[in-house]
C-alpha cells in the first residue's frame, strides 16, 4: 500500500556541525538576526527565530576546528531560511550588503526569491520568501514551472526603504 507523507508536515529544524561555535553565533546571530535560545556547554548552542525552542542547532562534537567539507562530495548543499515577506527578505539582503558579506548567488525560482550564500564554514545558506502560491507558475499541464532566472536585486533592496 502507498503511503503519503501528511499535508502539514514541516520539516523543523536544521543541526549543522560546525568548526567554531562563536564565530557561527556571530553569523547566525548577529548578521542573520537570530536568537540564541540555549547553549550545551561550550561544544552546542541553539537558536531560534519568534522563541521556538530552535530552529538551527550549531554543534562541534565532531567538528572542533574541522576545515570545511569538500564542495565536492556527499553531504548538505544548503539550509533555506524562509523569510514571511518579500520586505522581510529584502531587510535580510540589506544587512548582508552593508556587512559586505559574499553572496554566492540570487535567484528567481518562480515560486520563490532567493539569496545564496555560505556560513563561515562553507555550509551553503539560501534566504528565501515564497510568492503566494495563487501566483505560482503552471505549466500547460497544470503542473509547477520552476524555474532559475536573476533576481533583480536593485528591486528587492528597494523593497526595504
Request: glycine letters at 8%.
Amino acid at each position: 500500500m502507498s503511503y503519503t507523507i501528511p499535508d502539514n508536515t514541516r520539516i523543523g529544524h536544521v543541526h549543522l556541525k560546525v568548526a567554531n561555535i562563536e564565530r557561527s553565533l556571530a553569523f547566525y546571530c548577529d548578521l542573520l538576526g537570530f536568537s540564541l535560545v540555549t547553549t550545551y556547554g561550550k561544544d552546542a548552542a541553539f537558536i531560534s527565530a519568534g522563541g521556538y525552542h530552535h530552529h538551527i542547532g550549531l554543534n562541534t562534537w565532531y567538528s572542533k576546528d574541522a576545515p570545511p567539507a569538500p564542495v565536492h562530495g556527499v553531504g548538505l548543499f544548503h539550509t533555506a531560511i524562509l523569510y514571511p515577506t518579500r520586505k522581510d527578505l529584502s531587510i535580510a539582503f540589506r544587512r548582508l550588503v552593508e556587512a559586505r558579506y559574499t553572496i554566492t548567488g540570487a535567484s528567481d525560482h518562480g515560486v520563490s526569491e532567493a539569496i545564496y550564500l555560505n556560513d563561515p564554514d562553507e555550509n551553503g545558506v539560501e534566504l528565501y520568501w515564497d510568492r503566494p502560491r495563487e501566483d505560482w507558475p503552471l505549466k500547460p499541464d497544470g503542473s509547477l514551472e520552476m524555474y532559475t532566472r536573476p533576481l533583480n536585486l536593485e528591486a528587492l533592496l528597494r523593497e526595504s526603504l
